[in-house]
């Protein structure tokens, strides 16, 4: 067997499944930030949704638990007094750190709940987007059993 | 086409709260079967919910987000009786839709 062949046929087999799954992406919900989502820690999630830094504000209220006992259910909802228009939940130690994004448009309240895997402890960041700036307010949440393992 | 969706919106002074259960297994991309090969991601991406054909609520999920997700959401503006649909596509591009009447 020729291995420069080999070499060629795989190379050409990647390129196919990359259009693929491009053409996949595009051809569906063409709002999801996929950019955001394989960012890896908060400056890369930030960046992707068109922000570059967050201000820790104290009228970003964030309902998580102390202490999960089960990381692949984890409770986490996040209010505001501000007006926010986006609002997205960020797991720092999780292998992408966005867990999940909620747009708001004009009638929507600044409130939403939800659950989200966790890896590891770590700190859970509410980002609230309001006056075209992101807010944030974090807490740290023990986890007892990971979530993304096994 | 996935299994239904369980759907609770009731209206109360002018406020919707919507809560909505999903089925979906939300296949993260970082487990691996019994032969050590990774399961391929397998999640929804979007989620709109929608009252007569105005958007009142979006999501984006990524693989972190729990498996038969769980979604809590209030807004203004519908009244009882009215329509709230609810649709979300996964990121092989599958979808569901449900409706129900806002008690």
Same mark, same amino acid.
């Given at each position: 067997m020729n291995p420069k062949r080999r070499e060629a046929l795989r190379l050409m087999a990647v390129i196919g499944l990359m259009a693929s799954t491009g053409l996949i992406s595009q051809a569906q $919900? $063409?709002?999801?930030n996929k950019a955001a989502f394989d960012g890896k820690n908060l400056d890369d999630v930030l960046k992707a949704m068109g922000g570059s830094s967050a201000e820790k504000s104290g009228d970003v209220s964030l309902n998580a638990p102390d202490i999960a006992e089960n990381g692949a259910v984890v409770p986490v909802g996040v209010t505001t007094t501000l007006k926010a228009t986006e609002i997205a939940i960020v797991v720092e130690k999780n292998p992408n750190a966005l867990a999940a994004h909620f747009s708001l448009p004009a009638g929507a309240e600044p409130f939403v709940t939800t659950r989200v895997k966790m890896g590891q402890t770590s700190n859970v960041l509410a980002l609230v987007k309001a006056d075209g700036k992101w807010f944030v307010a974090s807490k740290e949440v023990k986890v007892t059993l990971g979530g993304c393992g096994g | 086409m996935g299994d239904p969706m369980r759907i609770r919106a009731t209206e109360n002074g002018g406020v919707t709260e919507v809560k909505i259960l999903m089925k979906h297994d939300m296949e993260s991309g970082q487990r691996k079967d019994a032969t050590g090969k990774v399961i391929p991601a397998w999640h929804i991406n979007t989620v709109v919910a929608k009252v007569k054909d105005k958007e009142v609520f979006a999501a984006q999920f990524g693989?972190?987000?729990?498996?038969d997700p769980f979604l809590n959401f209030k807004f203004k503006g519908a009244a009882k009786g009215d329509k709230l649909s609810v649709t979300w596509v996964d990121n092989r591009a599958d979808t569901r839709t449900d409706e129900v009447a806002i008690a």
């Open positions: $919900a $063409a709002e999801w | 693989p972190a987000v729990s498996k």
